[in-house]
T-cell receptor
Framework: DTGVSQNPRHKITKRGQNVTFRCDPI?????LYWYRQTLGQGPEFLTY????????KSRLLSDRFSAERPKGSFSTLEIQRTEQGDSAMYLC??????????????FGPGTRLLVL | RKEVEQDPGPFNVPEGATVAFNCTYS??????FFWYRQDCRKEPKLLMS???SGNEDGRFTAQLNRASQYISLLIRDSKLSDSATYLC??????????FGDGTTLTVKP
């Protein structure tokens, strides 16, 4: 499968625990995006990378959230001290960048997080 | 006010009907526009890009009005398989994407 993959697909954790999600983009894509989606809402932008550089981070993202893409390939999203409000679907997408924002984003299947 | 606004619906239409969805955006610096489709509990998938001159792909037609900051999607001859949530997406030149909350369509036999 050459699409975007995400692991794990589901995560249940207790409030206060740390969780880490992984995203493997399409191999030739240099842009990688993280979104959060809750029921009835569209995907909400969290952050994105061009290669290994994190170019933008949403103001809505608290200090408990951190994302990395150390070698410009896969990325991880960590949430520290999880709260019940963090329960959501976390989506990763990738694209071929450098086209002035016109590129198509391809989404992974998402990681569904439930914080008890 | 949200940056990208859509009528949430739901739109319930019979097979064969024509249905139109609207989307407005507030950032005048927006450069590119898309419609994505999202099936229940699945990831979004690109339906079509939206070009200034308007564009058509089979039964789907997208229009852009930059002056009014308005995007539309028209679906003709609706099929049962068109039932989904349709997300309007607006990109800045820097590549940041802003999604609307989607419009839900149910096509009934």
């Amino acid at each position: 499968d050459t699409g975007v993959s995400q692991n794990p697909r589901h995560k249940i954790t207790k409030r206060g625990q740390n969780v880490t999600f992984r995203c493997d983009p399409i191999s030739e894509h240099n842009r990688l995006y993280w979104y959060r989606q809750t029921l009835g809402q569209g995907p909400e932008f969290l952050t994105y990378f061009q290669n290994e550089a994190q170019l933008e981070k949403s103001r809505l993202l608290s200090d408990r959230f951190s994302a990395e893409r150390p070698k410009g390939s896969f990325s991880t999203l960590e949430i520290q001290r999880t709260e019940q409000g963090d329960s959501a679907m976390y989506l990763c997408a990738s694209s071929v960048g450098n086209t002035g924002g016109k590129e198509t984003q391809y989404f992974g299947p998402g990681t569904r997080l439930l914080v008890l | 006010r949200k940056e990208v606004e859509q009528d949430p619906g739901p739109f319930n239409v019979p097979e064969g009907a024509t249905v139109a969805f609207n989307c407005t955006y507030s950032n005048s610096a927006s450069q590119s526009f898309f419609w994505y489709r999202q099936d229940c509990r699945k990831e979004p998938k690109l339906l079509m890009s939206v070009y200034s001159s308007g564009n058509e792909d089979g039964r789907f037609t997208a229009q852009l009005n930059r002056a009014s900051q308005y995007i539309s999607l028209l679906i003709r001859d609706s099929k049962l398989s068109d039932s989904a949530t349709y997300l309007c997406v607006v990109n800045t030149n820097a590549g940041k994407s802003t999604f609307g909350d989607g419009t839900t369509l149910t096509v009934k036999p």
